[in-house]
């Protein structure tokens, strides 16, 4: 095990050297590093927001930018991206997340059409509340406002109980072996019963009927 910081270009450089020297190649990266943020969009600042983004997106980036060289130069590898249903789907009270997320499945999709004719391939895992401790150390909003208060309470229990009912770690762990050994990768895998029901309802259900449901499940007034 070694201490790695995805928000530091010099960390993800030293363990990159340290694997390279110990074993020769890299065949599989899984960016599973990720923080919470709760809280209505407004009510968290850039500073906040940048920071959601540099560990959940840009240090996916970097750790993918780092592998990448030593996965061309052996002609294979795969680079297993841990998405979420919140990157399909929106998240009120969860904004900077979900944006994090979406602009992970965009990035996560390009860079496999670059890559593919190199030997490497691109894919995202999708899951759905997992009962982790990711909840709890989600970042409360740095400039809370009171308007807000009451429904990002109800919001945070809400994510709390779905957390606790959440899919056992092992339902994703399962679906990132299968997604790094397989020798035909699909670009996408959901993890987990809920995850496939909410990627089904995002590609068929009409819009307006999606809409209320998001309302309805948030407890968000119709």
């Known amino acids: ?126 899951p759905a509340y997992t009962n982790t401790g990711f909840e709890a150390n989600a970042v409360a909003p740095d400039q809370p406002l009171p308007l807000y208060e009451g429904r990002r309470t109800a919001f945070q229990e809400l994510a709390r109980a779905a957390v606790a009912r959440g899919d056992d770690p092992s339902v994703v762990a399962k679906v990132i072996v299968e997604a790094a050994t397989t020798s035909k990768p699909r670009l996408r895998y959901t993890a987990g019963s809920v995850a496939r029901q909410v990627a089904l309802l995002r590609r068929f259900a009409p819009a307006s009927a999606f809409d209320k449901q998001i309302r309805k499940l948030n407890k968000l007034p119709h």
Do not use: C
Request: net charge negative.
């Open 1 to 126: 095990m070694l201490d790695l910081d995805v928000t530091s270009e010099s960390s993800v450089a030293g363990v990159l050297e340290r694997v390279l020297a110990d074993h020769g190649r890299v065949d599989v990266l899984v960016n599973n590093a990720g923080i919470g943020a709760a809280g209505a969009a407004e009510e968290s600042s850039i500073v906040q927001v940048r920071h959601v983004f540099d560990v959940n997106l840009f240090g996916t980036m970097r750790m993918t930018n780092a592998v990448l060289p030593a996965m061309r130069a052996q002609g294979t590898g795969r680079v297993i991206n841990i998405s979420s249903v919140l990157g399909l789907i929106p998240a009120p009270y969860m904004a900077a997340y979900s944006a994090a997320k979406h602009a992970l499945e965009g990035y996560g999709e390009s860079l496999d059409h670059e890559v593919r004719e190199l030997g490497v391939r691109v894919v995202l895992v999708e």
